[in-house]
């Protein structure tokens, strides 16, 4: 099946730094990306959609300055959480769609665990 | 506003049988779709619906109806490796996903 990375799978950082996340597709082109953001024995709450090569949609109440994402290419979203405090510690999961399989159908990468000190 | 609906838990045994349901209200519609999602892990897909009817994908199956906003996912013959959360999503435009709150499903021995 269609296969979605991510790195890294877990990171620890200070409060005020600048994580970057990774997701990548590996076996298809995906034109679009999303991100989900998950909290503890909580739902996954789609933060944006990242569109390879314009601007990402971003969903009613996320800070687009904050959680800044790029989709260069076919095979690359990045999420950058900016100036991390620990309140942004959470699971985050990208995901991508496979337009090769059905346009209903996305793959989810493995998720990268932030925690924020 | 969207907004979907699913038990929060829910407990059988080993070789029994599980409906968890699920009911939406979204401003745009083009499928019911299935998660499954063990601790610590990422959701991997189990079934769509795009159509009124039973989707059946081995011991999982999933049914929609348009209608009445509804759907539910089947599980049969459990084992305890199905002891996970499921989620149902619906797409509303774009591709995006919405996610319900998600149903803990306990599988007992």
């Known amino acids: 099946g269609a296969v979605v990375s991510q790195h890294p799978s877990w990171v620890i950082c200070k409060s005020g730094t600048s994580v970057k996340i990774e997701c990548r597709s590996l076996?298809?082109?995906?034109?679009?990306m999303f991100w989900y953001r998950q909290f503890p024995k909580q739902s996954l709450m789609l933060m944006a959609t990242?569109?390879?090569?314009?601007?990402?949609?971003?969903e009613q109440g996320v800070e687009k300055d904050k959680f800044l994402i790029n989709h260069a290419s076919l095979t690359l979203s990045t999420l950058t959480v900016t100036s991390a405090h620990p309140e942004d510690s959470s699971f985050y999961i990208c995901?991508?769609?496979?337009?090769?399989?059905?346009?209903?159908?996305?793959?989810f990468g493995p998720g990268t665990r932030l925690t924020v000190l | 506003g969207q907004s979907l609906e699913q038990p929060s838990e829910v407990t059988a045994v080993e070789g029994a049988i599980v409906q968890i349901n699920c009911t939406y209200q979204?401003?745009?519609?083009?499928?019911l779709s299935w998660y499954q999602q063990h601790d610590g892990g990422a959701p991997t897909f189990l079934s769509y619906?795009?159509?009124?009817g039973l989707e059946e994908t081995g011991r999982f199956s999933s049914f929609l109806s348009r209608s009445d906003s509804y759907g539910y996912l089947l599980l049969q013959e459990l084992q305890m490796k199905d002891s996970a959360s499921y989620f149902c999503?619906?797409?509303?435009?774009?591709?995006?996903?919405?996610f319900g709150q998600g149903t803990e499903l306990s599988v007992k021995p």
């Open positions: 995901s991508a769609r496979d337009p090769g399989r059905g346009a209903d159908t996305q793959y």
């Open positions: 076996d298809f082109q995906a034109t679009t």
């Open positions: 990242s569109n390879e090569g314009s601007k990402a949609t971003y």
């Open positions: 979204t401003s745009g519609f083009y499928g």
């Open positions: 619906n795009a159509l009124d």
């Open positions: 999503a619906v797409n509303p435009q774009g591709g995006k996903l919405i």
